[in-house]
């Protein structure tokens, strides 16, 4: 069995100071995958000392970061996705590892969050583009973990109706998972408004799915919970978000058929209370039968 986990640290010294090293030590993880680093490499291998550790930091001091921390050496690794026109630092890793007789590829992404009307949204639409290029290239038994910065159905969100012109969960974004998680060669079908200028404002309706099919990626969290609320990954720290469990399930594990087969086991690490958090996001955790 190999224990994968993936959790968004909200700054890895912040989560450091705040208990993320006895969750580390009690959860048994094989590879953790991590984002928003927020660091460098010397404050990772402070919470994660003996670990083998890859990291891609963002241009941006203080901003965005993704790792990939493991028991075991990976075999290779990349960094990065698209090309120029892909604004990718510090929000994509992959590795490579060799797990009994099969190369198993896992990645850690970080979407943008975006902000309807801005370039923020520009470079989230940039960035899914990308990936929905770079996914099904990734191998037969591949998995994409992290804050991927989606609901992709009512179910993911506590207060669905009151964002569905806030990104996050826009129609135009729910529609690129429609995409990636759509049964492979089947045709994505739906007509979509993406959200432009003022929130709340709908226009630029056009068929997304025209001629699209699905890539075939299983969304673990979904098919393993089945159809319920949440569970959740992601409180915002405002209000009593966290005591009412109004949340977001944002965090996903998203593999290829064949790896998703092999999922004995899979949960949202969540916080026992508010004050016991050391991070704004919840480890999701999924054990593969490798």
């Known amino acids: ?120 949204q520009e470079a989230k639409w940039a960035f899914l583009d990308a990936m929905a290029d770079r996914l099904p290239r990734l191998g037969q038994f591949a998995v994409v973990t992290g804050d991927l910065n989606v609901g992709h159905r009512p179910l993911d969100i506590k207060n669905w109706k009151g964002n569905v012109s806030r990104s996050g969960y826009l129609a135009r974004e729910r529609a690129y998972f429609d995409w990636f998680l759509g049964a492979s060669g089947s045709p994505v079908e739906g007509q979509i408004s993406s959200a432009r200028g003022k929130v709340g404002e709908l226009s630029d309706t056009r068929p997304f799915a025209a001629g699209r099919t699905g890539l075939g990626f299983v969304d673990v969290g979904r098919t393993f919970a089945g159809e319920v609320d949440g569970p959740y990954s992601w409180w915002s720290n405002r209000g009593q978000a966290f005591d009412n469990d109004t949340g977001w399930r944002i965090d996903y594990h998203a593999a290829t058929p064949a790896l998703a087969a092999l999922v004995t086991d899979y949960r949202v690490d969540r916080y026992p209370s508010y004050d016991a958090r050391w991070s704004d996001h919840a480890p999701v955790i999924a054990d593969y039968a490798l």
């Open 1 to 120: 069995m190999t224990r994968i986990a993936s959790v968004n640290v909200n700054g890895i010294r912040a989560a450091a100071r705040k208990g993320m090293g006895a969750w580390v030590e009690s959860a048994d993880v094989d590879i953790l995958t991590i984002q928003e680093v927020r660091g460098q490499r010397e404050h990772l291998e402070a919470v994660l000392p003996g670990w083998h550790i890859l990291e891609d930091e963002s241009l941006q001091k203080g901003r965005a970061g993704v790792a990939i921390a493991s028991r075991e050496p990976s075999a290779a690794h990349r960094i990065g996705l698209g090309g120029d026109e892909v604004d990718s630092h510090g929000r994509w890793i992959e590795a490579d590892f060799v797990i009994g007789d099969r190369t198993v590829t896992v990645v850690s992404a970080y979407v943008h969050s975006g902000e309807v009307g801005t370039p923020k």
